[in-house]
């Protein structure tokens, strides 16, 4: 059976605002945002940066850290990216 990475990734849009989202393609995803292909929030927003990624085992708990990364206000967020919070796959929100 084929190992799979399960990545849960941010984004930095060029407006300023952060986008988490899923993927088991790093590379090929960010490069779909950036030609407006990928989440429609991205759209118009581009280009976009990586600014952090996680890979995880399995697909639920990368799927988690995108779900409780999108509920954090926005310093939060910030606080996450500066390493100030755990892994929000584990987080209890």
């Not at 799979?4 to 930095?12: E, M």
């Not at 407006?36 to 697909?59: F, I, S």
Request: charged share 35%; proline share 1%; glycine share 10%.
């Amino acid at each position: 059976m084929e190992n799979k990475q399960h990545i849960f990734y941010v984004l930095t849009c060029k407006d300023g605002s952060l986008y988490g989202g899923y993927t088991n393609n790093l590379e090929r995803r960010i490069k779909m945002h950036n030609e407006g292909k990928g989440a429609k929030y991205t759209r118009g927003r581009g280009p976009v940066e990586l600014t952090y990624y996680q890979c995880y085992e399995d697909k639920g708990e990368a799927l988690r850290a995108e779900y409780n990364f999108k509920r954090l206000t926005r310093k939060k967020k910030v606080e996450f990216l500066k390493g100030d919070s755990d892994d929000v796959a584990a987080k209890k929100l």
